[in-house]
C-alpha cells in the first residue's frame, strides 16, 4: 500500500524535467533537431513482448529497484519497442555506488555517447503517437543530407506513468551517424 500510495504521490500531479535531474536537454515540442547524447550509467529492464503490451511493467518494476535502493528519480526514461525494453538513468552519486542491489531483470549498463535525431512530442504514450512521430522523423531524416540512420528507433520519456496526458512530454529517437 505504501509503493501505491508513493506512485501516486510522485506521479499524479503534472512535473517538469527541471525537478529531476536530466540525463540530456529535452526536444522542443513539434521540432525535429540532431542531438548528441552524453555517457551514462543506466539500469535496464525487459519484457518478452512489445513495450506497449507491458502495462507500466517495466516502469514499475525499475521504479521499484530505485525505491529499495534509495536512488533519485531522474529524467528521461528511454524504451525500446520490441521487445520491450526500458532504462533508467542513473544520477551522477548512484552511478558510482557498488551496492545497489538489483533484482532478477534488472540489470546495470554503460552507455556510451550517441548522435540521434530527435522528434519532441506533447501527448500521451501511445503507440499511434510513436509510430505518427517515428514516421515524421523518418521523413525529416531523408533531408539531413549530412546524416544516416545508424540503428533502431526507441522513444524518450519524461514524465510518469500518471502524468494527465496534455501535460506529458516525449520524443522519438533514431541514432545516426555523420557521413561527412
Given at each position: 500500500?505504501?509503493?501505491?500510495?508513493l506512485l501516486a504521490a510522485a506521479f499524479t500531479l503534472p512535473w517538469t524535467a527541471s525537478a529531476y535531474e536530466a540525463?540530456?536537454?529535452?526536444?522542443?515540442?513539434?521540432?525535429?533537431?540532431?542531438?548528441?547524447?552524453?555517457?551514462?550509467?543506466?539500469?535496464?529492464?525487459?519484457s518478452r513482448g512489445g513495450y506497449f503490451d507491458e502495462n507500466n511493467g517495466l516502469f514499475?518494476?525499475?521504479?521499484?529497484?530505485?525505491?529499495?535502493?534509495?536512488?533519485?528519480?531522474?529524467?528521461?526514461v528511454e524504451?525500446?519497442?520490441?521487445?520491450?525494453?526500458?532504462?533508467?538513468?542513473?544520477?551522477?552519486?548512484?552511478?558510482?555506488?557498488?551496492?545497489?542491489?538489483?533484482?532478477?531483470?534488472?540489470?546495470?549498463?554503460?552507455?556510451?555517447t550517441r548522435m540521434v535525431a530527435s522528434v519532441g512530442i506533447?501527448?500521451?504514450?501511445?503507440?499511434?503517437?510513436?509510430?505518427?512521430n517515428l514516421a515524421r522523423l523518418r521523413a525529416?531524416?531523408?533531408?539531413?543530407?549530412?546524416?544516416?540512420v545508424v540503428g533502431e528507433p526507441y522513444a524518450v520519456y519524461w514524465h510518469g506513468p500518471f502524468t494527465l496526458a496534455p501535460f506529458k512530454r516525449s520524443e522519438v529517437h533514431l541514432p545516426v551517424q555523420n557521413i561527412n
Open positions: 500500500m505504501k509503493m501505491i500510495l540525463a540530456y536537454p529535452m526536444t522542443a515540442a513539434g521540432f525535429c533537431e540532431i542531438k548528441k547524447l552524453p555517457a551514462g550509467s543506466v539500469l535496464r529492464t525487459t514499475l518494476r525499475l521504479f521499484k529497484t530505485i525505491n529499495q535502493n534509495k536512488v533519485p528519480m531522474t529524467v528521461p524504451a525500446k519497442m520490441m521487445p520491450g525494453t526500458m532504462v533508467f538513468y542513473l544520477d551522477q552519486a548512484s552511478a558510482k555506488r557498488k551496492d545497489l542491489q538489483l533484482p532478477v531483470g534488472v540489470t546495470r549498463q554503460g552507455l556510451p506533447r501527448g500521451g504514450y501511445t503507440q499511434e503517437s510513436y509510430e505518427e525529416w531524416i531523408k533531408t539531413q543530407k549530412k546524416w544516416r
